[in-house]
């Protein structure tokens, strides 16, 4: 235990609860994927990713209230307020995205939601290794390779929305044009979130190492 850890207690509840958070996305984002590849019982599968966004939505919640709480916290105020937000929007989109497939009542999925919700998965494994890893930050740069791939995937994603819609737009159905891009890009907003993640963890490794 270090001096400051010492003169200094650490809650290490706000760790406990991000791996809690970062553990739900990633189920969020393999129950998305299920969905695109095999889309039937959609309204079924669809409420499972309802009920982990509620439950997202619950520890975002104590984040915020033992964040109101605590006095000394093992992070900067700051930074627990800005990874308990791009947690819980990726999980938003996610969440959201499922919806829009119900409820725009789409006949099927294409290759570019799967692909789409691939990136996400992707992305969501490595946000739950970087949070674990923020605990301690004994390993600093584990923790920036892990930002370092969520960018890299998250630039993939750019580019798949970029064929998805230019594919797109050779249909001529105005009102299809209209759902699909709305799922492609809410698909692609959940990549840019993670991202947000991957930078507020990339900070926390930096200050804190």
Known sequence: MGFRDWVIPQ????????????????????????????????????????KLEHKGDQITHDIYEHLNLTFITPLEPEEISRLASSLDEVLDYIDGTSEMMLYFSIEATDSYMVELAKIIHLQCIEIEEAVR???????PKYIEERCIEINRLENLADDVLAHAITDLFHTQHAITIIKL???YEHLEQATDYSEDVANVLSDIAIRHS
């Open 181 to 183: 891009k709305d799922i």
């Open 133 to 139: 890893g923020i605990r301690k930050i004994s390993n």
């Open 11 to 50: 809650d290490k509840i706000f760790f406990d609860l991000f791996e809690q958070q970062a553990t739900i996305v990633k189920e969020a984002a393999e129950q998305l994927v299920i969905l695109t590849e095999d889309f039937t019982n959609v309204k079924e599968k669809r409420h499972e990713i309802e």
